[in-house]
């Protein structure tokens, strides 16, 4: 499904073919979740093909890896060429990239020796679906600050949203809305979350979330847009029965919700202050706004 016999990654300074591609069962990412990934997409635009925010989640990666003490002995900017290499191998326009920097071996528990780099790429639709959601409050609280640095996209991370996600699934619900630690409303599994009420927007602020990238973006376009958007500690009953509501990630984009434990939000998604957001993501991503620098080969 991500590949096949054709599919060429960059792996480890080279582009090969990912089914060639040879890991050690000794790493240290494969047994302690101590390595660190990116999520990124790119776009078909009247430019050609652009991955949206590049820079930014590069950065990131270098972030992540800077905080979990795993060599990183790249540049941003050759990254970034080398993704667009990886499309262009690969014949790939609207894509997903996902570059990974897991660790060698080592099996003490003890910081990185070494590090690997991948970059795949493969074609994925709307990662949430197009259609509204139905959210279940997850019975698990997201990792807390202090015991993660959660700013940091860590692949050990993920088994908190993999057991939050699966939960919602398993008792019909499309995706989970996880709580921090001291009960307010944090993320959700693999995406940030917006709520309106009385035509203003409020997040979660900064401290027991992933801090999006596509969270950053929607509160510059809410600038651009004169929507005022708030950043605070959100309790879950004023995010329950409030006007509306949205999750926005690099794979999810802008989705709207419909309802969280059955209970639905009270206006229609199409009178919503998140499907203005939504479109103008849209736009954003298809280049229609992108300033000169972020365009490039
Ligand atoms: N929160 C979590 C837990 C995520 O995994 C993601 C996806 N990377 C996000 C939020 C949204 O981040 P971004 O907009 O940078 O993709």
């Known amino acids: 499904m991500y590949y096949n016999e054709n599919t060429i990654v960059y792996y480890n300074g080279a582009f090969i073919k990912a089914a060639e591609a040879r890991g050690n069962v000794y790493d240290q990412t494969l047994h302690y ?61 609207d894509a997903y990239l996902r570059p990974l920097v897991s660790c060698t071996p080592n099996m003490s528990l003890t910081k990185a020796k070494g590090s690997h780099l991948l970059i795949a790429a493969w ?18 609280r997201r990792i807390t600050p ?21 939960e919602a699934k398993d008792l019909g619900f499309d995706e989970a809305l996880l709580l921090d630690i001291d009960g307010f409303v944090a993320e959700g599994p693999g995406a940030n979350i917006f709520l309106e ?12 979330i992933l801090p999006g990238i596509t969270r950053s973006t929607v509160l510059e376009i809410c600038n651009e847009l004169g929507i005022t958007a708030i950043e605070k500690q959100i309790k879950p009953e004023e995010f329950k029965g409030a006007d509306s509501a949205f999750f926005c ?3 999810a984009e802008v989705i709207g919700i419909e309802s969280l434990d059955t209970i639905p939000f009270k206006k229609d998604w199409k009178d919503s202050l998140g499907i203005r957001i939504q479109k103008a993501y ?9 300033k000169q620098e972020e365009v490039s080969a």
């Open 146 to 166: 202090v015991s993660f640095m959660v700013a940091a996209k860590v692949c050990g991370h993920y088994v908190n949203s993999i057991l939050a996600t699966q």
């Open 33 to 93: 979740g101590y390595g660190v990934f990116e999520g990124i997409r790119s776009y078909a635009t009247e430019n050609g093909v652009q991955i949206f925010k590049a820079k930014e989640h590069f950065e990131r990666m270098e972030y992540s890896c800077e905080a979990m003490r795993i060599p990183y002995p790249y540049k941003n900017e050759e990254l970034i060429a080398i993704s667009y290499e990886v499309l262009k191998r690969n014949d790939l326009q």
């Open 197 to 208: 009420q009385d035509n203003v927007l409020y997040t979660p602020q900064l401290g027991s």
């Open 249 to 251: 990630g690099t794979a």
């Open 123 to 140: 074609e994925w639709g709307a990662y949430l679906g197009e259609k509204l959601l139905r959210l279940k409050s997850s019975s698990y």
């Open 282 to 290: 849209k736009d954003l991503v298809l280049a229609k706004k992108f």
